[in-house]
T-cell receptor
Framework: DVKVTQSSRYLVKRTGEKVFLECVQD?????MFWYRQDPGLGLRLIYF???????EKGDIPEGYSVSREKKERFSLILESASTNQTSMYLC????????????FGSGTRLTVV | GDSVTQMEGPVTLSEEAFLTINCTYT??????LFWYVQYPGEGLQLLLKATKADDKGSNKGFEATYRKETTSFHLEKGSVQVSDSAVYFCALRQDNFNKFYFGSGTKLNVKP
């Protein structure tokens, strides 16, 4: 089975800190995604990447950046964390065009104080 | 643009009750449709999918039929168990695009 691993389950950071959320997948998937999940809003796409060093903005990219230096790793960066970025962050990966579903990581619950 | 609307929760049922979670979508063309489930403290898992009109996806006793005429993909289960308590997400994906559109999620609580 494909495994998507997010490095932290829970994080607490201070306002203004630079925050790195790491995601690693082990099945050579081309496509990787970062979502945030908030009550009543469901999942909203922040950024995605379809290849190494390639990235595309999702629906809510403001305040975030990403890095994909290796195929298996996709990092989400909060340049200067703010309290409105307190959320559950979910990473997902997907194979090529014939692969229909996402595989999700377990999520990182980030609290910015 | 494309979007998914699903019924608000929480839905509370007794064990062995019949479950329906409504999902409707707005999309051009012929998207693929999905149900994902999120158990407490975990990420989302694919529950079932349907890739064309009139297809029925099924898994673990859950079913959903892709109804193009009503733009719906309602999730059903004949007899729920306490272990089905989770949040359920309906989603769509256009086959020529890389991104999914998710509904806001419906929390299901099943009581013994």
């Amino acid at each position: 089975d494909v495994k998507v691993t997010q490095s932290s389950r829970y994080l607490v950071k201070r306002t203004g800190e630079k925050v790195f959320l790491e995601c690693v997948q082990d099945m050579d998937h081309e496509n990787m995604f970062w979502y945030r999940q908030d009550p009543g809003l469901g999942l909203r796409l922040i950024y995605f990447s379809y290849d190494v060093k390639m990235k595309e903005k999702g629906d809510i990219p403001e305040g975030y950046s990403v890095s994909r230096e290796k195929k298996e790793r996709f990092s989400l960066i909060l340049e200067s964390a703010s309290t409105n970025q307190t959320s559950m962050y979910l990473c997902a990966s997907r194979g090529g065009a014939q692969s229909y579903g996402y595989t999700f990581g377990s999520g990182t619950r980030l609290t910015v104080v | 643009g494309d979007s998914v609307t699903q019924m608000e929760g929480p839905v509370t049922l007794s064990e062995e009750a019949f479950l329906t979670i409504n999902c409707t979508y707005t999309a051009t063309g012929y998207p693929s449709l999905f149900w994902y489930v999120q158990y407490p403290g975990e990420g989302l898992q694919l529950l079932l999918k349907a890739t064309k009109a009139d297809d029925k996806g099924s898994n673990k006793g859950f079913e959903a039929t892709y109804r193009k005429e009503t733009t719906s993909f309602h999730l059903e289960k004949g007899s729920v168990q306490v272990s089905d308590s989770a949040v359920y997400f309906c989603a769509l994906r256009q086959d020529n695009f890389n991104k999914f559109y998710f509904g806001s999620g419906t929390k299901l609580n099943v009581k013994p």
